[in-house]
C-alpha cells in the first residue's frame, strides 16, 4: 500500500529539486542558520509553543471574522469535547505564554523568534500550502517607536541574510483604538457610495470588516477602491507621532520603505505600524509577500494580560526558499573530508581519523558499506567532499597516506598524525 503526503503538505528533504526546489533542506539549512546568526546578534532567543491550541484562542486574537480563522483553520472537536486548532499562526500562542507565564509582571521586555509549521485550509498553489513554515519574532515590553524601527532594520537584516535581493518594504499605519473607530466610519461610507461595485465578500465587509475591503485581489475591488481614503491620514495624535518617528528613524537608519495606504493586513490583532516585505518571483513577475507584520497593542489585554505593547513580524519560509532556489539552484552536498578504506586495518584507521576530524569541526564521511576504493571514491565525489584519503594496511604501517585534492586531483602525502590538521589549514 502507498500513501502519500496530504494535499498542501510537503516532505523538505535534501533531494528535493526541480519543482520541488524550494523544499530542499539545503536551501532551509541555509535560511535557518542566516536567521540564527541575525537573531542572535539582536538579542532574540529560541521559543517552541504547541502546534495545537484551543481554537479559542485563534478567534480571540486573530479575529472571527479573518479568512485565517473563518474559513482556513484546522479545527477539531478531541475526546473530551475541547476544541483545538492547529496554529495557523504564531503569534496567538505566543502571546498565549507571555501571560500564561506572569511575565507582563515579571519580565515585560522579551525578544523572541520562532520557526515551526503553521496550517491554513487555503486552496494550495505555487507560494501558498496547507503546510507551510514561519520564521517569526515577537517583541514584547516597548512601545517607543524605536523599537519599530529595530523590528524593521531585524527584518531587512534578516533578508539580506538569507540572500534575498530586490525585496521591498511597505509600511502603513493602523491606528489605535482612539482612532481607527473614526477612520473604520469613513472608509464605511466610502465603500457604502460603492457598494454595488464591490464584490459580495467585500459587501459584506462593509459593515463587519471595511478594512478588509482594500486587502481583496479582485480587480473590481481594487479599481472601486482606488482612492479610499487612507488610514495613516486618519490618525490622532498620538499615533501620528508614533508613526512620524518610526519612518523618520528608518530613513535615519537608511532602511528604505514605501509608505502604502492599501496594506491592512489579513488578521485583527494590529495596531499603528503594520508592514510587509515583498519580492518579486523570477518566473510570472508577480509580487509576493515574504514577510507581513507589526505592532499588536491590543492583544496581551484582549488575551487576558495587562495592556502590553508588542511589536513582531512572520516570514514565509518557502516562499523565501522558492525565490533562493530561483536565484541560485538547489546546493550540491558539501563536504570537508572523505575517507575511504581498502581493508579491515583501513577501516579501522578511518573510524579514528574520522572522530578526530569531527572533532576538529571538520565535516567528515565515509560510506561504511565498504566495497570498491573507486565505488567510494565516487561517493566522495558525489558529496561534494573537498579532500578524500584512501586507508589502508600499507598506509597504516607507513604512518602516511596520500590526501587528494578532490577539484583538482592534486595528491600530497602526509603522515597520518597530521592529517586532520592538514585538511584544516586547507579547507
Ligand atoms: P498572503 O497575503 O500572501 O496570503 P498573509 O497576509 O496571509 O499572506 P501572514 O499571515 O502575514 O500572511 O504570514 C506571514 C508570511 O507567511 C506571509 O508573508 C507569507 O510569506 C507566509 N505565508 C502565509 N500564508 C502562507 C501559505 N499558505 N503558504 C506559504 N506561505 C504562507
Ligand atoms: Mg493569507
Redo the contacts with the bound molecule.
Keep these: 500500500m502507498k500513501i502519500s503526503a496530504v494535499k498542501g503538505m510537503k516532505d523538505v528533504l535534501p533531494t528535493a529539486q526541480g519543482e520541488d526546489a524550494p523544499f530542499n533542506s539545503r536551501i532551509w539549512e541555509r535560511i535557518l542558520n542566516a536567521g540564527r546568526e541575525v537573531l542572535s546578534r539582536y538579542g532574540f532567543e529560541l521559543i517552541h509553543t504547541p502546534v495545537l491550541e484551543e481554537s479559542r484562542l485563534f478567534a480571540r486574537a486573530v479575529g472571527e471574522e479573518t479568512d ?1 480563522v473563518g474559513k482556513e483553520m484546522y479545527a477539531f472537536e478531541d475526546r473530551g469535547g475541547k476544541v483545538l486548532a492547529l496554529r495557523p ?1 504564531n503569534t496567538a500562542g505566543a502571546v498565549r505564554a507571555y501571560v500564561e507565564q506572569g511575565l507582563p509582571m515579571r519580565d515585560p521586555v522579551q525578544r523572541w523568534w520562532y520557526f515551526g509549521p503553521m496550517f ?1 485550509r ?1 486552496r494550495p498553489q505555487r ?4 503546510q ?1 513554515f ?1 520564521l517569526g519574532v515577537e517583541s514584547f515590553g516597548v512601545a517607543a517607536p524605536e523599537e519599530d524601527v529595530e523590528i524593521l532594520a531585524l527584518a531587512r537584516d534578516l533578508i539580506e541574510a538569507v540572500g534575498l535581493v530586490g525585496v521591498e518594504l511597505r509600511v502603513n499605519s493602523l491606528g489605535d483604538e482612539a482612532c481607527r473607530p473614526g477612520y473604520l466610519e469613513v472608509l464605511r461610507a466610502y465603500l457604502e457610495e460603492r457598494r454595488d461595485r464591490l464584490c459580495a465578500d467585500c459587501q459584506r465587509r462593509i459593515d463587519r470588516n471595511p478594512l478588509r475591503a482594500l486587502d481583496c485581489k479582485e480587480p473590481g475591488c481594487v479599481e472601486a477602491t482606488r482612492d479610499a481614503p487612507a488610514s495613516h491620514e486618519h490618525l490622532c495624535d498620538p499615533c501620528r507621532q508614533h508613526f512620524d518617528r518610526v519612518l523618520a528613524g528608518a530613513a535615519a537608519m537608511e532602511i528604505p520603505y514605501v509608505l502604502d495606504a492599501r496594506l491592512v ?3 485583527d490583532y494590529y495596531t499603528r505600524t503594520a508592514f ?1 516585505m515583498t519580492a518579486q518571483a523570477l518566473g510570472t513577475g508577480q509580487q ?5 507584520g507589526g505592532r499588536y497593542d491590543g492583544l496581551v489585554k484582549l488575551l487576558g494580560g495587562p495592556p502590553t505593547p508588542a511589536i513582531g513580524f ?3 519560509v ?2 523565501i526558499a522558492t525565490l533562493l532556489a530561483e536565484a541560485g539552484g538547489v546546493p550540491a552536498a558539501s563536504a570537508d573530508l572523505f575517507l575511504a578504506f581498502a581493508d579491515p586495518r583501513g577501516l579501522e584507521a578511518a573510524q579514528r581519523l574520522a572522530r578526530q576530524a569531527r572533532g576538529r569541526g571538520l565535516r567528515t564521511e565515509m560510506d561504511l558499506r565498504g566495497g570498491k576504493v573507486s565505488k567510494q571514491l565516487g561517493r566522495a565525489d558525489r558529496r561534494g567532499a573537498r579532500f578524500a584519503v584512501v586507508l589502508g594496511e600499507l598506509e597504516v604501517q607507513a604512518g602516511r597516506a596520500r590526501l587528494k585534492e578532490m577539484a583538482t586531483g592534486q595528491e600530497t602525502e602526509v603522515a597520518l598524525d597530521a592529517l586532520v590538521e592538514e585538511v584544516w589549514k586547507r579547507r
Design positions: 485565517i499562526e491554513r487555503e507560494h501558498r500550502y496547507r507551510f514561519q493586513r489579513g488578521l510587509e509576493t509577500a515574504v514577510c507581513g512572520a516570514m514565509g518557502e516562499r
